[in-house]
Structure formats: structure tokens, C-alpha cells
């Protein structure tokens, strides 16, 4: 990919980005990522990775806006078009916009090709580890999700049950203590299981010190 198409696929990018949790350095890093992983295969189109890593997160306005539509599935649909317009073969905006729409984790469509893959990988590297808890707190501040919510008896709800209200513990258990098994590639994987440790050591350390900030106060 030569600079100019680079930068125009770039400054696009930019302007679609709005949200602290998913900006321009979380592309970058699962840019980074991502060509980090592709070194080791040689059959992996890379205009058409680098593509698909700017653009990938380019719907998440539309579904902050709306939470009916799926990030993913839209940001495809502008990638194709984008590219599309900027005169790219239809084929290869295909094979983009199907790896923006695959990979998002809630959802049955899986990654197919090895571009795909990787991307799926490089995003879901963004949930491990210390960058995984904070994007993660971001992200649930932004949209006014809880640290965690207790039930009827004051008890923390401590699960990723999906009737559950949305909080960190339930997305933690929903999502974010998973994603080191779901991995495509062997490199992700070993990257992800060395920031395993750090992620649970954090849940554990938190389970411990909410009940710290409860007094028994008798109100009779």
C-alpha cells in the first residue's frame, strides 16, 4: 500500500473515531498487532489487513447511537463502500468488509480468512492484560455502566448471567475472561495467556476489596 492510499484510508478512520475506549491508538495498536502476527504468513494480503485494521471499528458512532446495530456489520458496510469509491476491486472491499464483520466477539460469524483471523486476534488482545481492564473501565464509564451491582440482599452479582444488569463483573465474565481461548492464531494465543495472569490477579484483588467498603450499619 503506498502512502497516499495509506493516509486516505487513514484520515477516514479519523473522522469516524469518537470514543475514548476505541480511538486512534487502539487502531494503531491492533495495526501494529496485527502486521506483527502477518510476518510469520507470507500468504497474508497486507493492504488488505492494513485496510481492515484502520476500518475496523469505524460503526461503533452508529451503534453508540443506537444499540440495535452491530458495529461490526456496519463499519463493513462503510468499509466496502469506502473502498469502493476510492476505486479498489470489488472482490478485495469484499474480503475487508468480511473481516470487520467478523471480528466482533458477541457474535456467530467466525473469521475465515487468515486476514480475518488476525484481526479478530490483534482486536481481541485489546480485551487482555492491564490495556484489556482499562480500555474496559473506559468503555463502561462512557456509556454509564457500574463497576458492579449487588442483588436484593446487598449481595455483589458476580456472574455473566445475561439477565444480569450491565456492570465490569458481568462483562468480565461475559466476555473478557474468554477471549484467551478463542484465539486464531498460536501467536496471539501465547501473548494473551502472559496477560491472562494480570487481568484475573485484578478481578481477584477487586472481589476482595468491595466487600472492605460495606459497614453493617443497624438502621432499627
Known amino acids: 500500500m503506498d502512502r497516499a492510499m495509506y493516509e486516505s484510508i487513514h484520515n477516514y478512520m479519523l473522522e469516524m473515531m469518537g470514543d475514548s475506549a476505541h480511538d486512534p491508538l487502539h487502531i494503531y495498536r491492533v495495526l501494529q498487532s496485527s502486521l506483527a502476527i502477518a510476518d510469520n504468513y507470507p500468504q497474508v494480503n497486507r493492504d488488505m489487513l492494513i485496510a481492515a485494521c484502520l476500518l475496523h471499528d469505524i460503526g461503533r458512532d452508529a451503534q453508540f447511537q443506537d444499540d440495535t446495530v452491530c458495529h461490526a456489520e456496519e463499519g463493513g458496510r462503510l468499509a466496502y463502500d469506502f473502498l469502493t469509491k476510492l476505486g479498489w476491486d470489488e472482490k ?7 473481516c470487520i464483520t467478523t471480528h466482533r466477539f458477541r457474535t456467530d460469524m467466525a473469521p475465515d480468512t487468515i486476514e480475518a483471523k488476525i484481526l479478530f486476534d490483534a482486536d481481541k488482545l485489546e480485551a487482555a492484560g492491564a490495556i484489556g481492564i482499562a480500555r474496559s473501565l473506559i468503555y463502561s464509564g462512557q456509556i454509564g455502566e457500574p463497576l458492579y451491582t ?12 445475561t439477565h444480569l444488569p450491565e456492570s465490569f463483573l458481568k462483562e468480565y465474565h461475559y466476555k473478557l475472561e474468554k477471549v484467551y481461548a478463542q484465539f486464531h492464531t498460536k501467536e496471539a494465543y501465547e501473548i494473551g495467556q502472559k496477560r491472562k495472569l494480570v487481568f484475573r490477579q485484578f478481578y481477584e484483588a477487586l472481589i476482595d476489596e468491595i466487600p472492605e467498603n460495606y459497614l453493617n450499619i443497624n438502621l432499627e
Request: charged letters at 40%.
Open 92 to 98: 478485495l472491499c469484499g474480503h475487508v468488509r468480511d
Open 150 to 161: 449487588v442483588d436484593d440482599r446487598g449481595r455483589v452479582q458476580d456472574s455473566g448471567d
